[in-house]
């Protein structure tokens, strides 16, 4: 098996981040410092990452957390913010979140210990939809919804056309759910911002097939077993 598929397995890391740990030197295998993606490993191999053995866990957790605004998805922050990682300490195996949310932004975050997973859904090629929900002021037109669901310029690349629908239209701010399969930097934000739209509140309502529904705010519920047999029939 090839090592970021193990390190994948074993919980550290989604393959793509396994690999950039590989690269950093923090693996070893069998006492030898390992940076060669097509590295293999066999069972009874020794792989340590930063000095702490690892092993291929039994037990995949999945869940559906309704992140709130104010919290940063990352394992630890420098400035000292509160993470969503710090709510799930105490479950027995190390899990990560599929992806990001905005500090300022909140909704549906998946996280697990299932490596795999979190690659395949990661993974461009596979376009894995996110349906956002933002509420946004200024004038909300149809050249400038023409314009978001044709693809705008960002970093002087344009974006994939987006699914986007207008679901409330006021005088002061609108309320619009934006479907797109890329993940770029704040991209549902500054798409908007693009057109000459100011996101004011953004909220994440669904990613691939699963949907946030009722869940309540800062709190969070194992998958059901037909949501996971979805992910793993659409994902593998």
Known sequence: MRLQKYLAQCGVASRRHAEEMIAAGQVTVNGLTVTEMGAQVEDGDAVFVNGKRVRPQTTMRYIMYHKPAGEVTTASDPEGRKTVLSHFEGMGVRLFPVGRLDYDSEGLLLLTNDGELTNRMLHPRNEVDKTYLARVSGELTNEALRQLRAGVVL???RTAPARVRVTRLGEEFSYVTVTI??????????????????????????????????????????????????????YE
Do not use: S
């Open 155 to 157: 970093d002087e690349r």
């Open 181 to 234: 399969h890329e993940g770029r930097n704040r991209q549902v934000r500054r798409m908007f911002e693009a057109v000459g739209l100011k996101v004011l509140a953004l909220k994440r309502i669904g990613f691939g097939p699963l949907e946030l529904g009722d869940l309540p705010r800062g709190k969070w519920r194992e998958l059901t077993q037909e949501e996971r047999e979805r992910l793993r029939t659409l």
